[in-house]
């Protein structure tokens, strides 16, 4: 029966069942995070009056050795946008033909890091650096309806963008190191352009990265995916798949 799983192994024959993280390793993660968060949260200013003061998407004229460093900048948002991910979603329905599970497991990450960064979005209400002059100011729920404007916290962009990148990695890791530098230029891109604090970035994009690489080790997830596969993915030649559909 393991060998007719299909969606998370190049290798029919090879088990790459995942081992679960333990309590303590989890624990120590997610004190990590707050503290870095808290951390960010107290330099939230200081940095971004020093990017504001350097070299901003503002900045006019631009230096001649930062013209290169600003075109790689403006590009780097891309990896947030849905039309890129369109692309991405297309060679892997033709080029990963045997795991095309994936293609719904990536929008289901997507969606799944949305709802809670746009709602903690209007709850904490803080507004985006460049409208006061970089001071880190948080309304709260009174500011549920503001609009854009008091919706900085976390970034939207960095958590999508760490979304896509995450489940990338976990499907693809010899692409880690590519796709988590393109979140990570992303998420410097909306500090960049003064749209968001250090901080916004840190949580969107660790919350989107890790719910995305995590997701595919779900048990009831893999399960999903094997009926996916069984329905829409081409099989591995000479599995028991293969072998029942040509009888």
């Given at each position: 029966m393991s060998q007719s799983r299909i969606p998370f192994q190049v290798d029919p024959s090879k088990s790459t069942e995942p081992k679960p993280a333990s309590r303590k390793k989890?624990?120590?993660l997610v004190f990590g995070f707050l503290a870095v968060l808290g951390f960010f949260f107290m330099i939230?200013?200081?940095?971004?009056?020093?990017?504001h003061t350097h070299w901003n998407y503002n900045t006019r004229p631009v230096p001649e050795y930062l013209k290169l460093p600003t075109r790689i900048m403006r590009s780097m948002e891309d990896w947030g946008e849905n039309i890129y991910?369109?692309?991405?979603?297309?060679?892997?329905?033709?080029?990963?033909?045997?795991?095309?599970?994936r293609i719904p497991l990536l929008i289901l990450s997507a969606v799944l890091v949305t709802l809670p960064v746009e709602g903690v979005k209007r709850l904490a209400?803080?507004?985006?650096?460049?409208?006061n002059g970089g001071k880190?100011?948080?309304?709260?729920?009174?500011?549920?309806?503001?609009?854009?404007d008091y919706q900085s916290f976390p970034s939207g962009h960095a958590a999508s963008s760490a979304s896509y990148?995450?489940?990338?990695?976990?499907?693809?890791?010899?692409?880690?190191?590519?796709?988590?530098?393109l979140a990570v230029g992303c998420a410097g891109n909306r500090i960049w352009k003064e749209r968001h604090f250090l901080s916004d970035c840190w949580a969107g994009g660790v919350l989107g990265f890790w719910l995305a690489f995590t997701l595919p080790r779900r048990r009831?997830?893999?399960?999903?995916?094997?009926?996916?596969?069984?329905?829409?993915?081409?099989?591995?030649?000479?599995?028991p798949l293969t072998l029942a559909r040509a009888a």
């Open positions: 989890t624990i120590l939230d200013e200081a940095a971004y009056s020093f990017v991910i369109l692309c991405v979603l297309y060679a892997m329905w033709h080029f990963d033909c045997h795991r095309r599970s209400g803080r507004e985006r650096p460049e409208l880190s100011i948080f309304h709260g729920p009174s500011q549920f309806k503001g609009g854009g990148s995450g489940s990338l990695a976990a499907f693809y890791p010899p692409m880690k190191p590519v796709v988590i530098a009831w997830v893999r399960n999903l995916c094997d009926r996916f596969d069984r329905r829409f993915s081409v099989p591995y030649p000479n599995t």
